[in-house]
């Protein structure tokens, strides 16, 4: 990403076993001086999308709207 605030994500999935799939996902941020400060607040407003964004994708892939 570009921007005062570099970011690299990475998501991983695991077969658990033929009806189950681990999600695991990894963001490391680079932020400037300015964004460090804001860094626990901006920590969980991320925790917080990426859960809701997986109970979303969970809810699509089993066919449940």
């Given at each position: 990403?570009?921007?005062p605030?570099?970011?690299?994500?990475?998501?991983?999935?695991?077969?658990?076993?033929?009806?189950?799939?681990?999600?695991?996902?990894?963001?490391?941020i680079?932020?400037?001086i300015?964004?460090?400060?804001?860094?626990?607040?901006?920590?969980?407003?991320?925790?917080?999308?990426i859960?809701?964004?997986?109970?979303?994708?969970?809810?699509?892939?089993?066919?449940?709207?």
């Amino acid at each position: 990403s570009h921007g005062p605030l570099r970011y690299d994500t990475t998501q991983i999935f695991e077969t658990i076993t033929p009806h189950s799939t681990r999600l695991i996902i990894q963001v490391k941020i680079d932020a400037s001086i300015v964004f460090r400060l804001a860094e626990p607040v901006l920590e969980t407003m991320a925790k917080s999308q990426i859960e809701y964004d997986v109970v979303i994708l969970k809810s699509i892939l089993e066919g449940r709207d």
